[in-house]
């Protein structure tokens, strides 16, 4: 009987709000995983592949945008509903550019967040009222200046600016990315060559302004 139900991944790190959502969604879906960061979703989506991932934007080692977009490259028809406490239009217009079918925050109703899995569960997509007016205007805008913003790092190199930007040294950032610290230097070297920074706390504001780490 179970096996019948849509197959739910959730992507928190802080526990409380995990496990509270697979509480509120366990009657009507299967909770397959949850997982509390943005690598760890992207290993447990391969394995799992679940039919929609409701996942946090401020995660460590890998942000929750990132995530969902490398994850959506290998299961393209997954949902991504992102539960957040970010209420910037902007960052929810880039959450929908990047693939996402639901964008809510964490003050809303449990009953909000039912629905909106529901919504999207039937090919539709949701998005908070409390942010709706402001992100479909912006959205009309089509603003270029984000979307340039957010192509100016490859992937990889937002990886490793992330790493850094939480405080890990060089040797560690090559041991969570699998390559040598060689390579991580020469990104790094580039990431402030394509940036313009000047120091080690320019990244970090760009990283935060780019929303790769929490403020």
Same mark, same amino acid.
């Not at 313009?196 to 929303?211: F, G, P, T, V």
């Given at each position: 009987?179970?096996?019948?139900?849509?197959?739910?991944?959730?992507?928190?790190?802080?526990?409380?709000?995990?496990?509270?959502?697979?509480?509120?969604?366990?009657?009507?879906?299967?909770?397959?995983?949850?997982?509390?960061?943005?690598?760890?979703?992207?290993?447990?989506?391969?394995?799992?592949?679940? @039919?929609?991932?409701?996942v946090?934007?401020a995660?460590?080692?890998?942000?929750?945008?990132?995530?969902? @977009? *490398?994850?959506?490259?290998?299961?393209?028809?997954?949902?991504?509903?992102?539960?957040?406490?970010?209420?910037?239009?902007?960052?929810?217009?880039?959450?929908?550019?990047?693939?996402?079918?639901?964008?809510?925050?964490?003050?809303?109703?449990?009953?909000?967040?039912?629905?909106?899995?529901?919504?999207v569960?039937?090919?539709?997509?949701?998005?908070?009222?409390?942010?709706?007016?402001?992100?479909?205007?912006?959205?009309?805008? @089509?603003?270029?200046?984000?979307?340039?913003?957010?192509?100016?790092?490859?992937?990889? *190199?937002?990886?490793?600016? @992330?790493?850094?930007?939480?405080?890990?040294?060089?040797?560690?950032?090559?041991?969570?990315?699998?390559?040598?610290?060689?390579?991580?230097?020469?990104?790094?070297?580039?990431?402030?060559?394509?940036l313009?920074?000047?120091?080690?706390?320019?990244?970090? *504001?760009?990283?935060?302004?780019?929303?790769l780490?929490?403020?």
């Open positions: 009987m179970r096996r019948n139900l849509p197959r739910i991944l959730i992507a928190d790190d802080h526990t409380l709000v995990a496990d509270a959502c697979a509480k509120l969604l366990e009657s009507e879906y299967e909770i397959v995983g949850i997982v509390s960061d943005g690598r760890a979703l992207v290993r447990a989506a391969a394995d799992l592949k679940p @039919q929609l991932i409701i946090d934007i995660m460590p080692i890998l942000n929750g945008l990132d995530a969902g @977009q *490398q994850v959506k490259e290998f299961l393209p028809s997954v949902k991504l509903v992102y539960l957040t406490m970010n209420h910037d239009a902007d960052l929810a217009a880039e959450a929908f550019r990047r693939g996402a079918s639901g964008y809510l925050l964490k003050t809303c109703a449990a009953s909000e967040l039912a629905i909106a899995v529901r919504e569960l039937r090919g539709r997509s949701y998005l908070s009222p409390t942010i709706a007016k402001d992100t479909v205007d912006f959205l009309l805008r @089509q603003d270029k200046k984000l979307i340039d913003e957010a192509d100016r790092l490859t992937e990889r *190199q937002r990886e490793v600016l @992330q790493l850094l930007a939480e405080g890990k040294c060089m040797k560690e950032v090559a041991g969570v990315l699998n390559i040598t610290t060689r390579t991580v230097a020469f990104h790094k070297y580039r990431i402030m060559e394509v313009n920074a000047k120091s080690s706390a320019e990244l970090i *504001q760009y990283a935060i302004r780019n929303h780490i929490a403020a």
